[in-house]
C-alpha cells in the first residue's frame, strides 16, 4: 500500500470535531466484503476451535454456540488480523485523533449469538462502561482523560436494532457518570448503533457505552482495536511470535509494541517511532 492511500484518509476537520465534541465518528465502508468475509472466516475458525473443546479461555468456564464469546490479544493469530492495525481508511484518523506515540495496548473480537429460544427476554440494564477499569477510579481528574481509543469493525450485520448492536451515550466521554435506570430501561439519549459488514466505528474509550442481546438469527461478530500511548501498559498478553514482528513494516512494529528500550516509551527517540518519522518525511507534521 503506497503513501497516498493513507495521506487520503487523514482526518478532515469535520471528522475531528465529531469526535471530540460527541465521543465517536463513524466510517461506513472502511473494508471491503472480500476482506470482511476473510475476516469472518478467521473470526470463525477460532471460535469453533474453542467450541470444540466446550472451553472459553477467557471466562474459564463452559462454552457453547449460545454463550457471547470474547476474545482479547487476537492480533497474534493471523497476519490478516494485524494488516487491519495500520489500515489505510481508518488508521491515519487514529494518528489524527491521538497524535504518533501511539500502539495497540488491547484488541479484541467478540462473537454474540442470537440468544436462546428460551431465554428471559425481560428487559435488564445493558453492562455500561467506560473502557479501562481500574483507571477510572484511581485517576484523579475530571473529566477523566482520553488515553486511549478503540476502532470497532463490524463483520456481522448491524444495520437493524437487535442484532446484539452495540449502544453509546453520545457526548458522555466527558461525564464520569451518568443515569443508569435499573428497570431495563436505557438512559436518557442512548443511540443504537446501526453499522453493516466493514464499517469502522471509532470511540473514545471515557464514551459510555455497552453491548447488548441479540435477537435476531444472525450471529454478531466485531472487531475492536484499541489505540493507546505507547507509556500505557498493555492491556494484553501481546503474544505476538517473534516471526511476525521481525518480518513486520516498522510502523506495526511500533504498534505492536515495539521500543529500544523502557525509557522509549516515555521520551522516544525515532528508532522508537517510525510512525512519526514517516508523518516528518510526509510533511504532515513538523
Ligand atoms: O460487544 C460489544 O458490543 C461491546 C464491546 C465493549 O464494550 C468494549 O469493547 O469495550
Not at 473494508?31 to 471460535?47: C, G, M, N, R
Not at 504518533?100 to 431465554?119: C, E, G, K, M, Q
Not at 484523579?140 to 453509546?168: H, M
Not at 518480518?247 to 504498534?255: A, D, E, F, N
Amino acid at each position: 500500500m503506497s503513501d497516498h492511500h493513507y495521506i487520503e484518509h487523514q482526518i478532515t476537520e469535520a471528522e475531528l470535531d465529531q469526535f471530540e465534541r460527541h465521543g465517536y465518528l463513524i466510517v461506513e465502508g472502511a473494508l471491503p466484503v472480500e476482506l470482511v468475509e476473510q475476516l469472518e472466516s478467521k473470526v470463525d475458525a477460532i471460535h469453533q476451535f474453542h467450541l470444540d473443546r466446550a472451553y472459553d479461555p477467557y471466562t474459564e468456564s463452559t462454552l457453547t454456540e449460545y454463550h457471547n464469546f470474547f476474545y482479547p490479544n487476537f492480533l497474534k493469530d493471523d497476519p490478516l488480523f494485524i494488516d487491519l492495525l495500520d489500515w489505510p481508511k481508518t488508521f491515519p484518523k487514529v494518528w489524527g485523533i491521538l497524535g504518533w506515540n501511539i500502539y495497540s495496548y488491547h484488541s479484541h473480537f467478540i462473537v454474540t449469538p442470537p440468544r436462546l429460544p428460551d431465554a428471559n427476554r425481560a428487559p435488564r440494564p445493558l453492562g455500561w462502561h467506560q473502557d479501562s477499569g481500574r483507571v477510572n477510579l484511581e485517576i484523579e481528574s475530571t473529566p477523566r482523560p482520553r488515553l486511549s481509543l478503540k476502532v470497532a469493525y463490524w463483520l456481522s450485520d448491524c444495520s437493524q436494532s437487535g442484532r446484539g448492536n452495540f449502544y453509546i451515550l453520545p457526548d458522555s466521554h466527558l461525564k464520569n457518570n451518568i443515569e443508569k435506570p435499573t428497570d431495563g430501561n436505557l438512559p436518557k439519549g442512548a443511540m443504537c448503533i446501526l453499522a453493516k459488514p466493514g464499517d469502522a466505528f471509532f470511540f473514545d474509550r471515557r464514551l459510555w457505552h455497552a453491548r447488548s442481546e441479540n435477537d435476531s438469527s444472525i450471529t454478531r461478530k466485531a472487531l475492536f482495536y484499541g489505540y493507546g500511548y505507547r507509556w500505557l501498559r498493555s492491556k494484553d498478553d501481546m503474544t505476538i511470535p517473534d516471526s511476525l514482528f521481525k518480518t513486520s513494516h516498522p510502523i506495526r512494529q511500533q504498534l505492536l509494541g515495539g521500543g529500544t528500550n523502557a525509557n522509549s516509551y516515555f521520551s522516544p527517540k525515532d528508532a522508537d517511532v517510525p510512525l512519526k518519522v514517516w508523518l516528518e518525511k510526509q510533511n504532515l507534521i513538523s
